[in-house]
């Protein structure tokens, strides 16, 4: 999976890094990484594709030598002059050079007028916006982070290898603040949960960040089993305050620009809020009777199905009514989920796909469609497809049992727009075709089962006993 895609970016990103542990590995892993899309919309250069690379803090001598062209910028002028010429590849600005063979980061005029460049010809622009001294975490001092306002995406970068190391100087840069953001003391080991604190304190991982931007946590080194483990678990428990939480193992540039990847370098697996969509809208026409009220374990067949969505972590959960309403409504009460009324219920399954994505937030990744007449399916199915999500990020999901199409379903969001267009009778089964399929092996045959008829109730009434 390439990060461009992690992070859902298009070819005209503004994106800022900031924190420590990996920022300018995926500063230019994603400038590399955007010239080789091939759904590059190609901007107003006369030298083809190209990426703007700037730095609102300093750099060392030595990363600018890892871009295409470099241009440090004195005046406007100078930026006005850099402009004029063929640009292509990766294009680093920064300011001039300072002590310590260090260069200087764009002042706010040239920064602006370097946006306005990138708008003008479409090109994407990502910004370095927060200094390190090199180590894996680090926690801001007042001055910090320098976030431009027009930045839609911020990628709040973490090294994993501090993890278990005392908290002192030699792992984190301002180990003070990030001592008192975590409420320890200095010296003590490093956790997974001193880690959460501080990345989503308003003080440490999220200072700065423009309120309509796409929060996105990158929890880099992720090279062991151990550091894998423990960022799964920060991961998951980042995704109340990031939109997205990112596993990587990114190389050092100059390797990563030079050499082939390794086969642990990469993204390894991204976290996203996951929605549920409960279909319960049918008329039943065959049954004769609303099967989603059907009775089934001493409760109605929609709240176990609300049930296991909300026991596999799916959030939000929306359960799409239509026939049979109030009642509906009446069996869910006391969950936690939200329901969509869909007036259009008789013309299908379709109609009521597109009510329920309509609802959904716009920051969630995807949507598990879970169906009101499986009472049966596992929580542990859902979640098993959520997983396999984290690691592919596959348009469509689907288990596999006995050779055959089972439910629930998961769709990513590149689907929405094609599932907020349907309607009839087809579903989501209609874009199987288009996007393609990543099955989920399931052993267990009863997810086949659905209640169409009294022959199929009593089925599984024989099964649950």
Not at 175 to 203: D, H, N, R, Y
Request: with cysteine.
């Amino acid at each position: 999976m390439r990060l461009i895609n992690a992070l859902r970016l298009d070819p005209q990103t503004r994106l800022a890094l900031v924190g420590a542990g990996g920022k300018t590995s995926a500063l230019f892993r994603l400038a590399k990484e955007f010239l080789d899309d091939g759904q590059w919309a190609r901007g107003a250069s006369p030298g083809g594709k190209c990426v703007l690379l700037t730095a609102t803090t300093h750099l060392a001598i030595e990363q600018t030598r890892l871009a295409d062209r470099y241009f440090p910028i004195h005046s406007l002028e100078d930026l006005e002059i850099a402009a004029r010429q063929e640009l292509s590849g990766v294009v680093l600005f920064t300011g001039p050079q300072v002590e310590n063979e260090r260069v200087a980061g764009l002042s706010e005029p040239v920064l602006e007028h370097l946006f306005a460049l990138a708008e003008a010809r479409r090109l994407p622009l990502l910004v370095e916006a927060d200094g390190s001294r090199r180590l894996p975490l680090k926690a801001p001092a007042a001055h910090e982070p320098l976030i431009p306002a027009w930045a839609r995406t911020v990628v709040v970068v973490a090294g994993l290898s501090a993890l278990g190391k005392p908290l002192t100087g030699e792992w984190v840069h301002r180990p003070e603040i990030f001592a008192q953001l975590a409420e320890q003391s200095p010296g003590e080991m490093i956790t997974p949960e001193c880690m959460v604190k501080v990345l989503t304190s308003p003080q440490g991982g999220l200072k700065g960040v423009p309120p309509a931007a796409r929060r996105i946590a990158l929890l880099n080194q992720a090279d062991t089993l151990e550091r894998q483990a423990a960022a799964s678990q920060i991961a998951r428990r980042l995704l109340g305050d990031f939109h997205a939480a990112a596993i990587t193992v990114l190389s050092p540039p100059a390797r990563e620009l030079r050499e082939p990847e390794t086969a642990v370098d990469g993204v390894q697996a991204v976290y996203e809020p996951i929605a549920g969509v409960v279909l319960a809208a049918g008329g039943s026409s065959r049954l004769g009777r609303p099967k989603q009220l059907l009775p089934w374990r001493g409760k109605p067949f929609v709240w176990h199905v609300a049930q296991t969505a909300l026991r596999a972590g799916l959030s939000p959960v929306i359960v799409v009514t239509g026939f049979a309403a109030d009642e509906t409504a009446s069996a869910l009460q006391g969950l936690p989920v939200s329901l969509a009324f869909n007036p259009s219920w008789q013309e299908g399954q379709g109609a009521s796909v597109a009510v329920g994505v309509k609802t959904l937030p716009e920051w969630v990744g995807g949507a598990v469609f879970l169906l009101a007449d499986q009472p049966q399916i596992p929580a542990e199915l859902v979640a098993s497809l959520v997983e396999m999500h984290t690691k592919t990020l596959s348009p469509v999901i689907a288990p596999l049992a006995q050779g055959q199409r089972g439910n629930p379903a998961l769709f990513d969001r590149v689907t929405f727009d094609d599932l907020r267009s349907l309607s009839g009778e087809a579903g989501g089964r209609a874009l199987f075709s288009k996007y393609g399929v990543t099955w989920l092996p399931w052993l267990d045959s009863s997810i086949l089962l659905d209640v169409d008829t009294e022959e199929d109730y009593r089925r599984l009434l024989e099964w649950g006993t």
